[in-house]
């Protein structure tokens, strides 16, 4: 059985780690947190999430702050966010920018021609993030975390309104 710092869950450490890498995947959009040497900063990107090969990608510009602040301080998490859902999951681990432009290609959506012309653009470059563990989140959803939440008021006890596991990855 997976265990958190706040609640226990059902779920097995396996079945943890596949429903992070489940939701991550399916959420798509995350917020990036780096580091700067004084304050956490966070951004949106589009996360291409890779449990086969163990990494997420991100597609950023060259000349962009974050990748500065990677190279002094590699370690980011990443927070994924579905609030309609009530399904959360972060992943932390190491990041390294790399100019793989194959690997740049491969990744190349028809989406990302809002930010560059074409994968074979010069500016672009690729952030590679390894995880090293994750944590999730899960409701059944509204509905049945309000009933659950309305019931324990009613009797006092504490409302279980779904998994929450911390594992590594």
């Known amino acids: 059985m997976a ?3 706040e609640q226990e869950t059902d779920l097995t450490s396996s079945e943890a780690t596949n429903r992070i890498w489940e939701l991550a995947k399916e959420i798509d959009v995350c917020m990036f947190v780096t580091w700067d040497g004084e304050y956490n900063r966070a951004r ?3 996360a291409r999430v890779l449990r086969e090969e163990n990494a997420i990608y ?3 510009n060259d000349d962009s702050a974050k990748n500065k602040q990677l190279s002094r301080y590699p370690k980011v998490t990443l927070a994924w966010s579905d609030s309609s859902h009530y ?3 972060t992943i932390s681990g190491p990041a390294a920018v790399t100019n793989d432009r194959a690997k740049i290609a491969a990744l190349w959506e028809k989406t990302d021609a809002a930010w560059w012309d074409n994968a074979q653009d010069p500016e672009i470059r690729l952030i590679t993030v390894t995880p090293d563990e994750g944590e999730l989140w899960d409701s059944p959803g509204l509905v049945v975390a309000t009933a659950k939440m309305v019931f324990a008021a009613v009797t006092g006890a504490k409302p ?4 929450n596991a911390k594992v590594d990855l």
């Open 44 to 46: 949106p990107l589009s």
């Open 87 to 89: 399904k959360y999951v």
């Open 3 to 5: 265990k958190s710092r």
């Open 160 to 163: 279980n309104v779904g998994d």
């Open 58 to 60: 991100f597609l950023v």
